[in-house]
Each structure stands twice: as structure tokens, then as C-alpha cells.
């Protein structure tokens, strides 16, 4: 059950071959995936070489294998985590019964809903990061972004499985539409904002990563969780890909904050941009604009859908069976900070509508590790400086704090003391010209764009001069 069967055309370890309908559906499926990988996927790198590492089993040993792919002959595919005998469902009003491995008619609509939103976000992120390679600091990075973006294309795989294996017509109508939308498209963009935001630069693109993607570690550790075993199973091992995703983010932004430093300390001076870097007032408002989108990514502090999900045992908490309560919550609390006019509070709110809320904590205090480390970065080089997380509702769009103006420091402010100082807190026109003109590509096996310092370790044990990509083959 752990290998993979790469023989058959789409590797899996589900038994394709043992479901025929199933397989042709996935078989038809497939090239309308290709094309829009060749249409929508990285530009300009289609033909080219890169050391990618690829799933070959799904149990904890020697599940990679590395190897020099062209992104198209990626074997994109179904992998699930090994099954957990006798699982049952861990929470809301099933607790206690057996796991399904088919969904209950009652839940269909929501949990198609579910799939569809996350599968959604797979492709997004491929079509904000296509352009980047144009622009890679070095082949280190390259590499990195390409192996992003191929796991990427499979967790839309993973998805795009469940719904034709689940869902019938409906399942199949979903799989074509999540080839058809197009983030940041007027028209048919993708499902959550910041999904249709822009990606301009390597510097959104490590934000992305550190701050996006781990709402992503939040939201597949959640369905993880889930009653319906295929969809847990199918998160599991996402999870394992997502955290190099992360890894890509934290080690990205230290790498920008340690060259920022070592140019303050070389040049005696806070004006790093004269030296070719990345100035830490511009990595703070990068920052708070990747946090804050992020933030929204969880919906609303108090979502009747958030405790319906939880209730009908859809979706959990993040390590929902490591928790000593009753895991049905219904007469439970929790606090929750929201607005009573222009002031900021917290609350005790029910809590099944506040589990969206709980997630984003969750994933604050996440956040906020990573941030203490880039930090360690900053005095190590005896500067006295530092990032910070902005507060939770500053520039959000969607809950408590989407209708009022929110300092980074959790004052709520007048949209005249907003105009005057959105330049201090978000990036401005200048800063997005900046960092622009910095990307200049850095394409010599060892050699590093002057804005980031060179990472700590190569991958799958390779040097920092390792040929990681070879855009010139
Ligand atoms: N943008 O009840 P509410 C990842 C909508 S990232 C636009 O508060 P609910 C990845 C909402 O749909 C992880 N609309 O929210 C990372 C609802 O609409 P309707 C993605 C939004 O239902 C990097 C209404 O507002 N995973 O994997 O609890 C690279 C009321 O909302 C937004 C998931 O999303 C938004 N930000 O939804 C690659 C997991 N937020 O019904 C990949 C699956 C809310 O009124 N999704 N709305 O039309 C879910 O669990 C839930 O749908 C949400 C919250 C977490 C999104």
C-alpha cells in the first residue's frame, strides 16, 4: 500500500486500475490538467531541467527521490496516507462512529464545498508565481519555486481526485472549473482574495510562502481531522509537501534579513538599498501586507458555517484528537477579540462559531515564531531593530475589523490618520519599484542576487553551488 504504482499512467496508490470509471475519468481529466500547466504554469522553464524531488512512497521513509525533471514529465498523481485501522470520527455529533469512506448524503454540498475551496487554491498559487522565474535571486531558488509549484499542481490532483471519486457529475463539473478560473481574473477569479492578489517579486513570493502557505498547514491540518477518512487521508499527506513550502518562506525572509544586516553592519549605515539590499522597514510592510491577507484566509471570527462544518465532524481543530475536552463543544466558550465601536475587545463568544477564530490563533502564535527567529537574525548582528506581526485587524477585509481602519499597533484610526500614514504600514508604489529593480536573475550555479545572502544548507544534501536548475539547457 505505501509504494506508488508509477507504471499506470496517473501514479496512485488508491488501486486505480481496480476502479475503470474512475481511471477514465482521471484519464480525461488529465490532459485538460497538461494544458493548463503548459498555459498557466511556470514561463519560459517548460523545457528546462530541474533537480526535483518526487514522492515514491507515502510512509515516513525515503518518500523522495531526487532527479533531474522537465516540469511537464512531473508524475503528477493520488497519493494518500496509509489508513489508520479502525478510525473513527474524533468530533461533533458523529464522535464516536466508525470514519466514512463515503460521503453521507446530507453532507455532500458542504463538503464539496470544502474541497472545491481548497483545491481552488492550488492552481491560484501556480498562475501568481508563473512569471518569477524570470527573476530568481539563484539556482537554489529557482529549484525551490519549481518544486512549489509542481507539489502544488498535485495537491490540485489531490482534490481534483475526491470530487471524481466522490462526486459524481457534480465531482467532475468542479474538476473542469478549477482549470477555468484564473486568480486575479475580473471575470472568473479564483474563490479566496488573496489568491487573486499579485506576486510581483521574490520577496512577496517568501511572504507568500511563510505566511500563506501556512494557512494552508491550518486549514489541511483541520480536514485532517475530518470524518471523511478519503479527505483526511488525502490532507495527511499534503501536510508533509506544505512544510517545505513553509521552510522555503522562513529561510527566504532570514535570508533577506541577514543580507539587510550584514550590509548595515559592512557599511555602517541604514541605507541598504544603496548596497543593493532589501531595507527591514520594507521587509516590515511586506510583511504586514502578507500577514493581514493571510489573516483573512480563516473567514469570519464567529461563522455559523464554521460550526456547522465542526458539528457534522467535516472539519476540526488543528490537532483536534490531542485535545482533553469533549470535542463537541456545544456548551463551551472561547475568547474572541472583535470591535464595540471604535474600541477593540475581547469577548467570551460560543464556541462553534468562533472556531475560525481558534484556527487563526492557532496560526498567530505560528506565525509569530518565525518572526521571533528572523528576529535572533537582527541581534545576532547587534542591530537594534525588529519585525513585528501586525495587529490582527489591521487591513482586513473580511470579519470584525473588514469596516473600520486598524493601526498595526491595534488602534482603530480615521481614514484621514490612515491616508497619511498607509505608506509607513503597507508597501508602497516606490518600495514595489525598488525591490522591482533589484530582481535582476542570477543564473550561475553558487551565485546569489545581492539582496539575499546564500542559505545554510543546500538540498537533499547538494552544496549551495549544486546546478539546482539548468534554465540555459
Ligand atoms: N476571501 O462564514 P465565513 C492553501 C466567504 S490555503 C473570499 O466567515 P467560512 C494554500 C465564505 O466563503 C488554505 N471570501 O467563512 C496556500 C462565505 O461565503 P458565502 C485554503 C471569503 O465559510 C498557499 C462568506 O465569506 N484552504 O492551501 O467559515 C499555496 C462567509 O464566510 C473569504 C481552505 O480554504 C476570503 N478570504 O469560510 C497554495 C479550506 N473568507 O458562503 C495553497 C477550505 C470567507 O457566504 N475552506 N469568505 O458565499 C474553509 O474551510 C472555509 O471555506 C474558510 C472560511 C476557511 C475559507
New binding site residues.
Partial sequence: MAGIDYASKIPNNVDLAGNRRLQRALEDWQPKFLAWWHDMGPDGFQAKETYLRTATSVDAQGWAQFGYTKMPDYRWGIFLAEPEPGRLVNFGDDKGQPAWQDIPGEHRATLR???V??G???P??VEQQRHLGATCPSLYDLRNLFQ?NVE?GR?LWAMVYLLQAHFGRDGREEAEQLLQRRSGDRDKPR?????NERTPDWLAYFM??YF?????????A??AESAFDPLARTCRF?LTE?AH?MFIGETGVGRVVQRACEIMREHKTDDVRRHGGIDLPTLQRYLNFHYS?SL???????????AN?YTAGL?GRFEETKKADDHQLKSATYAVISRDGERIVTREAPALPS??ER?RDDYIADCDRGVQRWNQVIRKHGIDAELTLPHRGFHR???AFSDVRVSPDGRVVGQSEWDARKGEWLPTPEDLAYVASVMTPVVEPGQFASWIAPPARGINGQPADFEYARPRS
Avoid: P, W
Avoid at 483573512?296 to 464554521?306: C, Y
Fill in positions: 464545498r470544502l474541497i475551496t481548497q481552488d487554491t492550488e491560484a498559487s512549489v502544488e495537491h474563490i479566496l482574495g488573496a489568491f507568500f510562502c500563506t502557505d501556512r494557512d494552508g498547514k491550518y486549514q489541511l483541520s480536514l499534503m506544505e513550502h491577507v483573512d484566509l480563516f473567514g469570519s471570527e464567529i461563522s455559523t458555517n464554521a462544518f472539519k472556531l475560525n484556527l477585509a473580511i470579519g
